[in-house]
């Protein structure tokens, strides 16, 4: 099974850049549900503070800034990391702004207003753009990382090479981390409806905790297990 487009979305972290402040709620609401978390800022100080310390896989930015230049913001970003997707969004499509935005190499221009489902198509491009040519790093509490892409744990001296179903199981627990997942749900997303064996799920767990660390997953006696990352 692929993995999904909103699974992607679901453990990165966004920056989104407005001087007004003037996000519609759909917006808003659409970047809660399919997001890990969003950082909302009004000013390119607070950005590149923002970029700098939370480092999020994601920048949304307008491009209408009164006393600054936000595509000298955007460009120094791109100078250092010719990934990392860039969606714009402006009121203004001049052919000055049109040109420096091409440059940026965006997954999306987006005119305001912004419609959601307009928005919404340039998120699901996103995740596209970052399972084609990404390179995702989950970073654990123990300092473990998980590489999206390649599917593997990484520590200071080792990349460890997850098996399809470990893989499917912690991203299926990163997706929804700090919620319960019951062991029904989690037998019907890796195995279907075939059946597997009380000592087969057991495995599957163990073995995955030894990868990625003992109390990274949490079983909840008699209701089901969650991720806590903290």
């Not at 994601?58 to 913001?73: A, P």
């Not at 005119?111 to 989950?138: M, Q, R, V």
Request: proline residues 2%; neutral net charge.
């Amino acid at each position: 099974m692929k993995t999904s487009l909103k699974n992607v979305l679901k453990i990165l972290t966004v920056l989104y850049i407005d001087e007004e402040n003037a996000i519609p709620q759909s917006i808003k609401q659409a970047l809660k549900m399919f997001t890990k978390e969003v950082f909302f800022v009004n000013n390119l100080t607070e950005a590149t503070n923002i970029y700098n310390t939370k480092h999020p896989q994601i920048i949304i930015s307008e491009v209408t800034f009164k006393d600054e230049n936000c595509f000298d913001f955007l460009n120094t970003i791109r100078e250092y990391n010719h990934l990392i997707p860039i969606i714009i969004t402006s009121k203004n499509k001049d052919e000055e702004i049109l040109l420096q935005s091409i440059r940026l190499q965006l997954i999306d221009f987006i005119e305001k207003p912004i419609k959601i489902e307009k928005f919404i198509f340039a998120l699901n491009n996103t995740a596209k753009h970052i399972l084609h040519f990404g390179d995702i790093n989950i970073i654990f509490a123990n300092n473990l990382k998980y590489n999206y892409i390649a599917k593997t744990i990484k520590d200071n001296k080792k990349n460890i090479h997850l098996t399809k179903n470990e893989a499917r199981l912690l991203e299926l627990l990163l997706a929804n981390e700090g919620q319960m997942i019951t062991k029904e749900d989690i037998e019907l997303y890796i195995w279907g409806e075939e059946y597997v064996s009380e000592s087969a799920f057991k495995s599957l767990f163990k073995r995955l905790r030894d990868k990625i660390g003992k109390d990274t997953i949490k079983n909840i006696s008699g209701q089901g297990y969650l991720l806590s990352n903290n």
